[in-house]
Structure formats: structure tokens, C-alpha cells
């Protein structure tokens, strides 16, 4: 089955259209990569799939389950009780992190968990150290965000998001607020939960992460899907467009 | 009248004082938060009804307030006041007084708050209710503990201007004894009383603000 289904979406800010039809979607398992140039509406997109942002059209389906269906050109969205149970289904990790700077790392990872899910205390902390240890932090489990490195406290980030238990996450650009030798550690973490089956959409400026970890990319390019294929096929497309933003990167076809 | 006598006659001044004070911030504190919730709310009406509530608040003098607050039931709807009214009277005024100013503190701090600490939240699905007492309204209070600061010790001398109803705290308290026995002495020790009072506050806020200083 489908994990994520989006059709159609449409989103536009002040008469610009942001996102112009776009469709995408995610069986689970798979690791799907989105690049393209800056303003290009990747963020929307992911924003929309996450419901930070309403679609002004189009369907959002986990799980065969509608967020919201496109009626008469507008997308309708479900009623609370519905949002609240597929809101389950996904996390998101942002590029400039969002942890919570009064709590500690462990707090952080843990108080969704114990006051949303409302789990046992006990389960709860065994996850959120076994999730710290695979970040490579047990040892910084009472420390503050403001003590972490960048690269640190977005291993917390991505932690605090598993502590969820998401069947998808979500990352919009994980590593461009780190310096480039944090980077890495990143990816590595991501490149991991890729090898774990974690079904993950990214969007990034590393092409060669992306290249490595998807099952598929996208390229985007002004609110419109350009291509959509195998990460071998894309780095050796034909599209002019395609071929113009890869070039950037010194990574084209030739 | 001996030192003693005069002292102790204070000290029913100073604790008055010090009830005003307590009482002032038990209320206009939570009530400042619930102004700063209609002046930011969605409904235009609300919101405008916040505005000009603070705007009449900080507008206009607390002196002036207090009579209207005091006086205003007799005036206006002819109801008698009773003198136990008058300790009532005090703690109104005051506390509607500087719920305004507490209310357009706790606005700044909240407005300052970025945007992704709402939208990480919700992505973690916290309610709006636990959004705002689990990861905003904390970090709120980190923030506006200066600003805080600065009006609780305001305060701390403006209970001195409920002596315009002639209700007896320390201010008046020391003014009738200084005139009865045409000695400096009560309006000294008040001097004293106010400015320890204030050192006291300051020292504690400040050990509030090094509590909170273990993040960023
Ligand atoms: N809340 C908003 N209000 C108005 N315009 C917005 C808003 N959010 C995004 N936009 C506009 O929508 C367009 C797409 O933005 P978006 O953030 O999705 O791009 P992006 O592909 O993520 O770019 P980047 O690589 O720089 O992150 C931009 O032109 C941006 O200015
Ligand atoms: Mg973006």
C-alpha cells in the first residue's frame, strides 16, 4: 500500500502559485530524494504533506486514509479526529532543528512520547536512550541544546522524531544550517535509518547523499514536478532543465 | 510616643503594604495573560476591546483609578460604600492597573517566540492547550523576567498611592505619625521599609532569572 498519496496539489501565497499540480507519492519503504533550486517549493511541498500548510487543492492520503480530499477545486480536509490519528503517521525534521531549549535532550525526546502518546514512562526512557546511542549521544542525555554542536542537536531532532514512532519522516534540508564538516554526521544517521527501511522523503542540496540513499528523485523546478525517476537516471537525463541545475554541481551527464 | 510604639504602628503599615503587593500580583498576573490572549486574538472585537481596555489602563492615572474604582459604585449606581469596600477597592484598581502592563509584556514575549517551536510542536502533536503551557508560556517567562522586574518594583511604590482613599498602609501610616509628632523619624524608616522592601524583590527576581539561565 501507498504510505503517502498526494495529488494535485495546489498552494499559491498572495496569487503566486507556489505549487502547481503536483503529485507524489510514497510506498513504504522507499527512500525518496527532492531537489531543485531555491523558491522552487519544496518546502511547501513537504509543509503541505505535513499539515503546516492548508493545499489550496488536491488529496493528501496516509495510508489510504484522506487528510484531505480535493471537492468542487478546493481541497476539503478531514474532521479533527481523523488529522489527529494520520498526524501519527509522520515526522519531520527541519533545518534549523526546533528543539525545545528549555528541556534537556532527553526531555526533548521523551516529553512527546509520555504527553501525546501518553506511554509508559518507563518503555519511553528505555527508547529515547536506545535512540541517543544510536545517535552517537548517550552520554549527553542531560545536557541542553545550547551545549550541542549544530550537528548534535540535529541527531537529537531526528531522534526526538523516532521517539514518535513515524511510519514516514519527513526532512527539509537536515544538514544546510551545519557547517559542511557537521554535515556528514548527518547524512550517516539518514544513510542508517535508509539501510533500516525507514521510509523517508528528503529534500537536500547534497546530490551525492541524494544520489546514494534514494530510491528515487524528483527534480523540481517553479511549483512543477520536472522529473521523476532512479537517481542513476536522473544524473544522466536529457531534460535541459534537469541538466542546467545538476551542471551546478559538477555532477551532469557528460 | 516612644520609638517602639511608633514602630510598631508601622508595622501594621508595612504589612498592609505587603498584602497589597501579594494581592496585586496573584491577580493581575494570570489576568495580564488573559488580556494578552485578547489582544492577539483572531476576533477583531476582542482584539479591540483588549486595545483599548490597555490603552485607558496606561493611559490615565492610577491615582485617578483608584477613586473611580472606590467611588464609582456610589456615584454611579448610588450603592453605599462600605469602609471594608475600601481594601477591596485598592486591590481591583490595582490589579486591573497593571494587568494592562503585564498584559503587553507577556504579548511582546509571546510574539517573540519563533514560529518553528509552534510548528515543531505541532508536528509532534501537542495541542494548542500543551503547545502553548508545555513549550511557549516557559520559555515566555525566560524572556520577559526583565521587563517583569521592572514593573513588580514599580509596584512595590505605587501601593504607597492607595493612600488617596485613605487606606492605611505604610505610606499613610508614617505621614499621620511624622504629623502628630512633628518628627522625620516614621517617613525615614518608611523610606527604608520601601527601599529594602525593593532590594528584597530585586535579589529575588534576580535569583529567578540565574534559575533560568541554564539555557538559551
Ligand atoms: N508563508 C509564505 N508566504 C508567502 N510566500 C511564501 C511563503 N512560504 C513560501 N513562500 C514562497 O513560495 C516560494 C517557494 O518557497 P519554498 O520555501 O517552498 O521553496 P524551496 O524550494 O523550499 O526553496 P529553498 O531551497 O530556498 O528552501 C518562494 O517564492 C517563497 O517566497
Ligand atoms: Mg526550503
Same mark, same amino acid.
Given at each position: 500500500? %501507498?504510505?503517502?498519496?498526494?495529488?494535485?496539489?495546489?498552494?499559491?501565497?498572495?496569487?503566486?502559485?507556489?505549487?502547481?499540480?503536483?503529485?507524489?507519492?510514497?510506498?513504504?519503504?522507499?527512500?525518496?530524494?527532492?531537489?531543485?533550486?531555491?523558491?522552487?517549493? %519544496?518546502?511547501?511541498?513537504?509543509?503541505?504533506?505535513?499539515?503546516?500548510?492548508?493545499?489550496?487543492?488536491?488529496?493528501?492520503?496516509?495510508?489510504?486514509?484522506?487528510?484531505?480530499?480535493?471537492?468542487?477545486?478546493?481541497?476539503?480536509?478531514?474532521?479533527?479526529?481523523?488529522? %489527529?490519528?494520520?498526524?501519527?503517521?509522520?515526522?519531520?525534521?527541519?533545518?534549523?532543528?526546533?528543539?525545545?531549549?528549555?528541556?534537556?535532550?532527553? #526531555?526533548?525526546?521523551?516529553?512527546?512520547?509520555?504527553?501525546?502518546?501518553?506511554?509508559?514512562?518507563?518503555?519511553?526512557?528505555?527508547?529515547?536512550?536506545?535512540?541517543?546511542?544510536?545517535?552517537?549521544?548517550? @552520554?549527553?542525555?542531560?545536557?541542553?541544546?545550547?551545549?550541542?554542536?549544530?550537528?548534535?542537536?540535529?541527531?537529537?531532532?531526528?531522534?526526538?522524531?523516532?521517539?514518535?514512532?513515524? %511510519?514516514?519522516?519527513?526532512?527539509?534540508?537536515?544538514?544546510?544550517?551545519? @557547517?559542511?564538516?557537521?554535515?556528514?554526521?548527518?547524512?550517516?544517521?539518514?544513510?542508517?535509518?535508509?539501510?533500516?527501511?525507514?521510509?523517508?522523503?528528503?529534500?537536500?542540496?547534497?546530490?551525492?547523499?541524494?544520489?546514494?540513499?534514494? @530510491?528515487?528523485?524528483?527534480?523540481?523546478?517553479?511549483?512543477?514536478?520536472? !522529473? !521523476?525517476?532512479?537517481?542513476?537516471?536522473?544524473?544522466?537525463?536529457?531534460?535541459?532543465?534537469?541538466?542546467?541545475?545538476?551542471? #551546478?554541481?559538477?555532477?551532469?551527464?557528460? | 510616643?516612644?520609638? =517602639?510604639?511608633?514602630?510598631?504602628? /508601622?508595622?501594621?503599615?508595612?504589612?498592609?503594604?505587603?498584602?497589597?503587593?501579594?494581592?496585586?500580583?496573584?491577580?493581575?498576573?494570570? /489576568?495580564?495573560?488573559?488580556?494578552?490572549?485578547?489582544?492577539?486574538?483572531?476576533?477583531?472585537?476582542?482584539?479591540?476591546?483588549?486595545?483599548?481596555?490597555?490603552?485607558?489602563?496606561?493611559?490615565?492615572?492610577?491615582?485617578?483609578?483608584?477613586?473611580?474604582?472606590?467611588?464609582?459604585?456610589?456615584?454611579?449606581?448610588? $450603592?453605599?460604600?462600605?469602609?471594608?469596600?475600601?481594601?477591596? &477597592?485598592? $486591590?481591583?484598581?490595582?490589579?486591573?492597573?497593571?494587568?494592562?502592563?503585564? &498584559? =503587553?509584556?507577556?504579548?511582546?514575549?509571546?510574539?517573540?517566540?519563533?514560529?518553528?517551536?509552534?510548528?515543531? &510542536?505541532?508536528?509532534?502533536?501537542? *495541542?494548542?492547550?500543551?503547545?502553548?503551557?508545555?513549550?511557549?508560556?516557559?520559555?515566555?517567562?525566560?524572556?520577559? /523576567?526583565?521587563?517583569?522586574?521592572?514593573?513588580?518594583?514599580?509596584?512595590?511604590?505605587?501601593?504607597?498611592?492607595?493612600?488617596?482613599?485613605?487606606?492605611?498602609?505604610?505610606?499613610? *501610616? &508614617?505621614?499621620?505619625?511624622?504629623?502628630?509628632?512633628?518628627?522625620?523619624?516614621?517617613?525615614?524608616?518608611?523610606?527604608?521599609?520601601?527601599?529594602?522592601?525593593?532590594?528584597?524583590?530585586?535579589?529575588?527576581? =534576580?535569583?529567578? =532569572?540565574?534559575?533560568?539561565?541554564?539555557?538559551?
Amino acid at each position: 500500500m %501507498k504510505l503517502l498519496e498526494m495529488h494535485h496539489v495546489k498552494k499559491s501565497f498572495d496569487g503566486n502559485a507556489v505549487l502547481k499540480q503536483i503529485s507524489l507519492s510514497v510506498e513504504e519503504g522507499e527512500v525518496v530524494s527532492i531537489i531543485g533550486p531555491s523558491g522552487s517549493g %519544496k518546502s511547501t511541498l513537504l509543509r503541505c504533506a505535513t499539515l503546516l500548510e492548508t493545499m489550496d487543492d488536491g488529496d493528501l492520503y496516509y495510508l489510504g486514509e484522506a487528510a484531505a480530499k480535493s471537492e468542487a477545486g478546493r481541497a476539503v480536509y478531514a474532521p479533527s479526529e481523523s488529522i %489527529k490519528k494520520i498526524e501519527r503517521q509522520f515526522g519531520l525534521v527541519f533545518q534549523n532543528f526546533n528543539l525545545f531549549p528549555h528541556y534537556s535532550v532527553l #526531555k526533548n525526546i521523551m516529553d512527546a512520547p509520555l504527553h501525546v502518546q501518553k506511554r509508559d514512562k518507563a518503555e519511553v526512557k528505555e527508547e529515547a536512550m536506545r535512540l541517543l546511542h544510536k545517535m552517537g549521544l548517550s @552520554d549527553r542525555a542531560n545536557a541542553y541544546p545550547c551545549q550541542l554542536s549544530g550537528g548534535q542537536q540535529q541527531r537529537v531532532s531526528i531522534a526526538r522524531a523516532l521517539a514518535m514512532k513515524p %511510519k514516514i519522516l519527513f526532512f527539509d534540508e537536515p544538514t544546510s544550517a551545519l @557547517d559542511p564538516e557537521l554535515t556528514g554526521e548527518i547524512l550517516k544517521v539518514i544513510t542508517d535509518l535508509a539501510k533500516e527501511n525507514m521510509t523517508m522523503v528528503i529534500v537536500t542540496h547534497e546530490m551525492y547523499f541524494a544520489k546514494d540513499v534514494s @530510491d528515487r528523485m524528483i527534480f523540481m523546478d517553479q511549483g512543477v514536478i520536472v !522529473e !521523476e525517476t532512479t537517481p542513476d537516471a536522473l544524473f544522466a537525463s536529457e531534460n535541459e532543465r534537469t541538466r542546467a541545475f545538476l551542471g #551546478k554541481y559538477h555532477l551532469g551527464g557528460d | 510616643m516612644s520609638f =517602639e510604639v511608633m514602630m510598631r504602628q /508601622l508595622s501594621g503599615g508595612m504589612f498592609t503594604t505587603i498584602q497589597i503587593f501579594v494581592l496585586t500580583l496573584l491577580f493581575s498576573l494570570p /489576568l495580564g495573560l488573559l488580556i494578552a490572549f485578547g489582544r492577539m486574538s483572531k476576533h477583531a472585537m476582542l482584539r479591540g476591546a483588549a486595545k483599548i481596555y490597555i490603552s485607558i489602563m496606561r493611559g490615565t492615572p492610577l491615582m485617578l483609578q483608584l477613586l473611580v474604582v472606590y467611588f464609582g459604585p456610589y456615584y454611579i449606581f448610588g $450603592i453605599g460604600i462600605t469602609s471594608s469596600y475600601r481594601a477591596y &477597592a485598592v $486591590i481591583i484598581a490595582f490589579a486591573v492597573n497593571y494587568a494592562a502592563y503585564f &498584559a =503587553e509584556i507577556y504579548r511582546g514575549g509571546i510574539e517573540s517566540m519563533p514560529a518553528g517551536q509552534y510548528e515543531a &510542536a505541532k508536528v509532534l502533536g501537542y *495541542t494548542k492547550v500543551q503547545t502553548f503551557f508545555r513549550i511557549i508560556f516557559p520559555q515566555v517567562i525566560k524572556r520577559i /523576567l526583565p521587563s517583569v522586574t521592572n514593573e513588580v518594583i514599580t509596584l512595590v511604590k505605587d501601593t504607597s498611592l492607595a493612600f488617596s482613599i485613605a487606606y492605611v498602609e505604610m505610606f499613610t *501610616t &508614617a505621614k499621620a505619625i511624622a504629623a502628630s509628632q512633628k518628627s522625620m523619624v516614621p517617613l525615614m524608616a518608611a523610606g527604608i521599609f520601601y527601599y529594602v522592601f525593593n532590594f528584597v524583590v530585586a535579589a529575588l527576581m =534576580e535569583v529567578w =532569572e540565574k534559575k533560568l539561565s541554564y539555557y538559551r
